[in-house]
C-alpha cells in the first residue's frame, strides 16, 4: 500500500514568476506500517509563469522516493500550457493533459505520466452537485518491499474501466488543501 502527505508553501513572486515548494513524507510497503525504511521523501521545487494571457511555463524540479520512474533521483519538469475559455492542454515532462469541455455540462479530462499511467474520463454535470462519468485508467506504480534491500521494489500495473454518479459539494472546499 501506499500513503503520503504534504504541503506547500508559496514564496511569491521572482523574475516575472511564482515560486512555491511541495514537500511531504510517505509510507509504501507490502507490509504496511512494519518497517522504519519503507518511509520516502516527496519534493517539488516549482516554478510557474504567465507568458500572455492564455499561456504560462511551468518549470519543476520533483522529487518522489517511491516513483515507478527513477525513485532516488530529483528529476528536472517543464510544462507549457494552453487555455481558454473551453479548453486546456499541458504538454511536458513528465506529465501531459488535455480538459476539454464540449459543451455546456459536458467535460473531457485526459493525462499520461512517465513512465506507463495515462487516463481518459468524460463526464456530464446534472447540477451543482453532482454528475455522472465513465472512464478508462491505466496505472503502473512501484512499491517497496518488506525485508528487502530498497533497491528491490515491486511493480505494479492495474487497468481500470469505470461509470459512476459522483457528489461534490462546491460550497465545502479546504483552502489549500489536496487530497491524492
Known sequence: DELSAAMALHFGEMAGGKVSLVFGAGYSSNNPFADAQDIFGIGHLIYDRKLNDSDSLVLSLDYNGVNAFLPDIPLPGFEYIHHTETFTI?????????KWEMCPHL????????PYTAGVELSYQL????SIFGGYHNF???????DEPRTNRFF?????????????NPDFVLKGAYFD
Open 90 to 98: 499541458a504538454a511536458g515532462f513528465p506529465h501531459d493533459e488535455i
Open 107 to 114: 467535460t473531457l479530462d485526459a493525462g499520461y505520466s512517465v
Open 127 to 130: 447540477s451543482h452537485s453532482f
Open 140 to 146: 503502473f506504480n512501484a512499491y517497496r518491499l518488506a
Open 156 to 168: 505494479y500495473q492495474m487497468s481500470r474501466a469505470e461509470i459512476g454518479v459522483r457528489y461534490i
